[in-house]
């Protein structure tokens, strides 16, 4: 499983959302953090409400994130593939899963749990600089979507 993750990390590092800024080395030495979690199709990982520890990386496959409408009606919020991550808000321990997360093919996730990047960042500060730098990067671009989907809407 170990072969497994190095090879995933070291073939799609640079398409990564959290690692993309990372040196090939920097890459390698984070690759022990993870553990890969396999989920068939049309499975719900995440439930709105809930509480997770962990931020995971989609490896392979296609994640919906969706929130109950008014009216009864998931509504979707965003379509997760390869590279990207899910769990950025879980950074802040009180907040809860804004949504529901369901896999829409058989998806397989790198996850990496908070007490474990904590961790890795305490050691190597440097490199816990450029990850950090990744997931804000990320909710900045996720946070313009949204707005731009609110305009749209309004």
């Given amino acids: 499983m170990e072969k497994r993750i190095k090879e ?36 719900v990982i995440i439930k709105e409400g ?35 991550h899910i769990g950025d808000f879980s950074m802040q321990p009180e907040r809860e899963v804004l949504g529901q997360l369901r896999t829409l093919t058989d998806t397989e996730l790198l996850v990496i749990t908070h007490a474990k990047l904590e961790a890795f960042i305490q050691e190597n500060p440097y490199t816990g600089i450029k990850i950090l730098k990744g997931i804000s990067t990320v909710l900045s671009i996720r946070l313009k979507n949204a707005i731009d989907k609110i305009v749209f809407m309004s």
């Fill in 8 to 43: 995933i990390i070291e073939s799609q590092g640079s398409e990564i959302s959290i690692i993309h800024l990372l040196e090939p080395e920097e890459r390698e030495k984070i690759a022990s953090c993870f553990e890969l979690v396999y989920h068939p199709a049309k499975t």
């Fill in 50 to 84: 809930e509480k997770i520890n962990y931020i995971g990386i989609v490896a392979s496959g296609e994640l919906k994130f969706e929130r109950q409408g008014k009216f009864a009606k998931p509504i979707t919020l965003a379509l997760i593939t390869k590279g990207a």
